[in-house]
């Protein structure tokens, strides 16, 4: 069983930036495609970004691409998310997964099987 704990939340005024990282219990976690995603108050869950085992492949929702980057460090258990040029509508709490599907590219939520409990980012204006 992959146990997550996101870190790295917090407050940040607009058009500053954070680094969330996510660290995995177990050694497991580096055949793992893995995932961020986000839910603000009253709004379903959404796909923020995704990278492959190898860290090869990544991929974005569109409306974080060019200002987020997610990356891996699978000699430390380790997935982390930058985020550059914070909005407001960023605002929401982060949660990594971990996907044991092929479909893990899709960025549908419903593909990952283990979840981070979150971290929140709060981006005042």
């Known amino acids: 069983q992959v146990q997550l704990v996101e870190s790295g939340g917090g407050l940040v005024q607009a058009g500053g930036s954070l680094r969330l990282s996510c660290a995995a219990s177990?050694?497991?976690?580096?055949?793992?495609?893995m995932g961020w995603f986000r839910q603000a108050p009253g709004k379903e869950r959404e796909f923020v970004a995704a990278i492959s085992w190898s860290g090869g492949s990544t991929y974005y929702a569109d409306s974080v691409k060019g200002r987020f980057t997610i990356s891996r460090d699978r000699a430390k258990n380790t997935v982390y998310l930058q985020m550059n040029s914070l909005k407001p509508e960023d605002t929401a709490v982060y949660y990594c997964a971990a996907s044991g599907r092929n479909d893990w590219y899709r960025g549908s939520w419903d593909s990952y099987g283990y979840w981070g409990r979150g971290t929140q980012v709060t981006v005042s204006s």
């Open positions: 177990t050694r497991t976690f580096s055949d793992y495609p």
